[in-house]
């Protein structure tokens, strides 16, 4: 650990539905450039946690900063509304399901956003969004619609998609679980990339095998609370907590 202050800084976060305690006082510190995974057992609040990042979930309690902006401050709704949708060109996410929009092509998905969001040109949205595909290996697929994709191109269209606003930070969950066996293995190395260029990314998955050789660090998360965390060496080989022995037992 070093003294650099948080890139992104999610402090004694709380979040309940109704009597349910979903997210019990939980901080993460991420520097600038860090790869955190985030592990544990379905419901345990990892993506209530990831979330709460970009205030699709408000916490209950808790502040959520991104450099020196605090991401869920109070302010009045126009406010507000101002203030996230900002925050939010910072963030990008990928979920899951993917979620192109599947009546715009390939080339449409991915310069929506930053044409209506940043103003860019026609030209300037298309030099954007070429560059992001190459990265992602889809460039060769850029006039086609989603469902004449796999959902692994799909799932690497939806990281140029959000690649494209430029933003800070890159949140992950789950985005190769729903994906057939042999396509998991490209979408990781598309991650894998944004990892060699320094991409900060929070990424919540169960694919112990690739958090441990991108991660720096893992955080292992039980209801609600974060149990261990550390390097990946540590928590994957050498847990100190027997609930994270006991999910490592039947995950790696
Ligand atoms: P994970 O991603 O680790 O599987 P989640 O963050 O999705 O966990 O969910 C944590 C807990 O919060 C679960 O018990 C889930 O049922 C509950 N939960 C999530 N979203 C809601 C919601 N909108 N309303 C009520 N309970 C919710
Ligand atoms: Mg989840």
Redesign the pocket.
């Known amino acids: 650990m070093t003294d650099e202050k948080p890139f992104l800084d999610i402090r004694n976060a709380k979040k309940s ?1 109704g009597k ?1 305690e ?1 997210l019990k006082d939980i901080s993460l510190r991420v520097n600038r450039g860090q790869i955190v995974a985030i592990i ?1 057992p ?8 990831l979330r709460a990042i970009n205030d699709l979930d408000p916490l209950t309690a808790g502040e959520v900063w991104l450099e020196d902006v605090q991401i869920n401050k109070k302010l009045p709704h126009r406010q507000y509304e101002k203030h996230i949708n900002q925050v939010r060109q910072n963030i990008g996410m990928v979920f899951q399901h993917f979620n192109l929009f599947p009546h715009l092509s390939v080339r449409e998905n991915v310069t929506l956003a930053p044409k209506m969001l940043k103003g860019l040109s026609d030209d300037e949205a298309e030099e954007l969004a070429r560059e992001q595909l190459e990265k992602v290996g889809m460039i060769d697929r850029i006039d086609y619609y989603p469902s004449r994709l796999s959902g692994g191109q799909k799932q690497r269209v939806a990281i140029a998609r959000a690649l494209a606003m430029k933003p800070k930070v890159m949140l992950f969950d789950e985005a190769t679980s729903a994906l057939d066996p042999e396509l998991v293995e490209e979408v990781n190395l598309v991650m894998k990339k944004l990892a060699e260029e320094h991409m900060t990314m929070v990424i ?1 998955t169960h694919e112990m095998g690739f958090a441990e050789s991108v991660c720096d660090r893992v955080l292992f ?1 039980d209801q609600g609370v974060v149990v261990e965390e550390g390097p990946p060496e540590k928590i994957f080989r050498n847990p100190d907590n027997e609930r994270t022995q006991n999910f490592l037992r039947k995950h790696l």
């Open positions: 539905y349910l979903v544990g379905s419901g345990s609040g990892k993506s209530t946690l919540v998360m």
